[in-house]
Structures are given as C-alpha cells and as structure tokens.
Nanobody, 123 residues
Framework: QVQLVESGGGLVQAGGSLTLSCVAS????????MGWFRQAPGKEREFVAG????????NYADSVKGRFTISRDNARNTLYLQMTSLKPEDTADYYC????????????????WGQGTQVTVST
C-alpha cells in the first residue's frame, strides 16, 4: 500500500510563491511517474504537472507553464511543486498522485492519491 501525504499549502497574495511537498511511503517511489493535480470548488480535478522517475521528462498544463516547476528527490521519496507568480485562479486543493505506468495528464492513469493540501490565492 502506498501513502502520499501533501503539505505546504496555505494562503498567499497574488504574485506570491508557495512550494508544495508530497512524501510517499514505500520503497518504489523512484520507479514511478508522478503528478500533481488540482481541484477548485465546483470544478473537475485537473492535471497540473507530471514528472518521470529520473526527472528527465516533465510536462505541464498550459495554465501553469512558466510559473510552476515540478521536481522530485528520490532519496527522500518526495515530490515537489514550486509555484510562483500565483494567481487567484490557482486557488484549489492540490493533490499528488502516482501513475500506474505512463507519464500522463489523464486522471485515470493515476492509482494512488494523497489527501490534498489547500492553496488560496487572494487578490
């Protein structure tokens, strides 16, 4: 069983920065593609960013490209999402997730999810 625990969310003013962390249990973290998703109130959960096991490939949603950076530390079983130039529309619950196989932006490809951490961006 894999457990993913996010942290680092909070309240920040527009233009500010936050870094989210996700710690994974187990010994296989380094073997899997990982991703960040977010869900705003009343909206569907959407892909934010994904990263391959060795960090050689990363992809981003168009809405965050150039502002967010996904990274990982396999020695610490930790996934990160550095968020800069935050906008009110970035307000959401942010979830990390483990992919079953491929590096994908599709929710159905991910089988383990964290409980989420809330990010609120004020004007």
């Amino acid at each position: 069983q894999v457990q993913l625990v996010e942290s680092g969310g909070g309240l920040v003013q527009a233009g500010g920065s936050l870094t989210l962390s996700c710690v994974a249990s187990g010994r296989t973290f380094s073997s899997y593609n990982m991703g960040w998703f977010r869900q705003a109130p009343g909206k569907e959960r959407e892909f934010v960013a994904g990263i391959s096991p060795g960090s050689t490939r990363r992809n981003y949603a168009d809405s965050v490209k150039g502002r967010f950076t996904i990274s990982r530390d396999n020695a610490r079983n930790t996934l990160y999402l550095q968020m800069t130039s935050l906008k009110p529309e970035d307000t959401a619950d942010y979830y990390c997730a483990r992919s079953r196989s491929v590096l994908s932006s599709t929710r159905m490809e991910y089988d383990y999810w964290g409980q989420g951490t809330q990010v609120t961006v004020s004007t």
